[in-house]
């Protein structure tokens, strides 16, 4: 069964933390995104990236980055965790950026930032 | 930038109902897909449907693209209580893809 893996269901982190969140995926897809998830708002596009080594900013990548050295895993980063980067995140992956085929989503990551 | 919008936003249907929700979005698109998400999980894909169809199929789902009114529906026929969820609309263009704030679905047994 193909799978996206997010390494974390909960976190806790402390204002000011700096905060990995790891995303594998064993579909050898190209594409992998990173979303955050709140109520009223949806869910907005932080990074994407479509190859090793390469990223794109998506809507909202203020106080975010991302890495990704090999094509299975994205890992986003909070370089200095803030109250307001409390969220759900999600990461997805895909063949193809739009066209084809639909993302498969991880089981999301509930970060809390105190 | 978010491209759809769902409506209604919540519903609320008995087991065996049909659920209908509508997705409108402002710009041209590629294709249009349905997501649900259960309760605290990640989003699965439903279907896909381009922006040259009309309408398309998949089991208990029926879609429909009217690109000229720039709106989609979603069908879900025979509810049931397994359908329980949120249900998102994603829009694909400029090599991305921009969800919908997304509807609540319940189905009562």
């Known amino acids: 069964d193909v799978k996206v893996t997010q390494s974390s269901r909960y976190l806790v982190k402390r204002t000011g933390e700096k905060v990995f969140l790891e995303c594998v995926q064993d579909?050898?897809?190209?594409?992998m995104f990173w979303y955050r998830q709140d109520p009223g708002l949806g869910l907005r596009l932080i990074y994407f990236?479509?190859?090793?080594?390469?990223?794109e900013k998506g809507d909202i990548p203020e106080g975010y980055s991302v890495s990704r050295e090999k094509k299975e895993r994205f890992s986003l980063i909070l370089e200095s965790a803030s109250t307001n980067q409390t969220s759900m995140y999600l990461c997805?992956?895909?063949?193809?950026?739009?066209?084809?085929?639909?993302?498969?989503f991880g089981s999301g990551t509930r970060l809390t930032v105190v | 930038s978010q491209q759809g919008e769902e409506d209604p936003q919540a519903l609320s249907i008995q087991e065996g109902e049909n659920a209908t929700m509508n997705c409108s979005y402002k710009?041209?698109?590629?294709?249009l897909q349905w997501y649900r998400q259960n309760s605290g999980r990640g989003l699965v894909h439903l279907i896909l449907?381009?922006?040259?169809?009309r309408e398309k199929h998949s089991g208990r789902l029926r879609v429909t693209l009217d690109t000229s009114k720039k709106s989609s529906s979603l069908l879900i026929t025979a509810s049931r209580a397994a359908d329980t969820a949120s249900y998102f609309c994603?829009?694909?263009?400029?090599?991305?893809?921009?969800f919908g704030k997304g509807n609540q679905v319940v189905v009562i047994p």
């Open positions: 994603a829009t694909g263009s400029n090599n991305r893809l921009a």
């Open positions: 710009t041209s698109i590629n294709n």
């Open positions: 449907i381009r922006s040259n169809e």
């Open positions: 997805a992956s895909s063949l193809f950026l739009t066209e084809g085929g639909g993302y498969t």
């Open positions: 990236s479509y190859d090793v080594k390469m990223k």
């Open positions: 579909m050898d897809h190209e594409n």
